[in-house]
Each structure stands twice: as C-alpha cells, then as structure tokens.
C-alpha cells in the first residue's frame, strides 16, 4: 500500500494511518511525500519512502498546501519566515 501526502512534517498524520491500514491488514505501507520538512521532530520510525523535495524548517504553503485556507493553488512552494 502507497500512502501519499502533501507533506510530512512531525509525522504524527502518517503515523496514525499506517498504523490503521496494518490494523486492516495491509502487509506493507510505504510513504510518498510531495514535501518533507528537514528537522528531527518526527516520530520515531516514520519517514518517507519517496520524496519530492526537502523543505526547511518553516511553515510551507502552495502547491496544494494551505496557509489558513488560502494559497493551496499557488504555482510554487513557499515558506514563511
Ligand atoms: O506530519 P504532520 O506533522 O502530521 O503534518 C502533516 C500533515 O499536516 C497537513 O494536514 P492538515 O491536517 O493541516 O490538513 P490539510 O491537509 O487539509 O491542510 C498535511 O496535509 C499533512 O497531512
Ligand atoms: N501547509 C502546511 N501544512 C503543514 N502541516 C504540517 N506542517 C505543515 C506546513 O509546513 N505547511
């Protein structure tokens, strides 16, 4: 099983899906993350199988991220300072 996300910042989002698919059986479910967030925060034995990009350790919006709603369809990945 794939699991793809937006982004993956302190895990907790993925952590808990995975651990709800092997509950429904499924044998093997890696991670693809269009972002991962570059600190070392994230729960212990998640991270992600496929990667996009790496982003800092800011807050990122566009590309399908939000910023309080607003900026999902932004052309580029931005962060704010
Ligand atoms: O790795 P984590 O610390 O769990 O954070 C990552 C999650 O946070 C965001 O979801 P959010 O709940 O903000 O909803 P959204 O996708 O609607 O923006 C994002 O889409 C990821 O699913
Ligand atoms: N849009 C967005 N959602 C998040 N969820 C956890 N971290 C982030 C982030 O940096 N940006």
Same mark, same amino acid.
């Given at each position: ?34 972002? /991962?967030?570059?600190? @070392? %925060?994230? #729960?212990? &034995?998640?991270?992600? $199988? =496929?990667?996009? /990009?790496?982003?800092? @350790? %800011?807050? #990122?919006? &566009?590309?399908?991220? $939000? =910023? ?14």
């Amino acid at each position: 099983m794939l699991l793809a996300d937006d982004i993956l910042d302190e895990g907790h989002t993925l952590h808990g899906i995975r651990e709800w698919c092997r509950e429904q059986g499924a044998v093997e479910v890696r991670i693809a993350a269009l972002a /991962v967030k570059a600190h @070392d %925060r994230c #729960v212990e &034995g998640v991270c992600a $199988d =496929y990667i996009g /990009v790496e982003v800092p @350790d %800011r807050y #990122v919006f &566009g590309y399908g991220m $939000d =910023y309080h709603e607003q900026g999902r369809n932004l052309p580029a990945i931005y962060a704010l300072k």
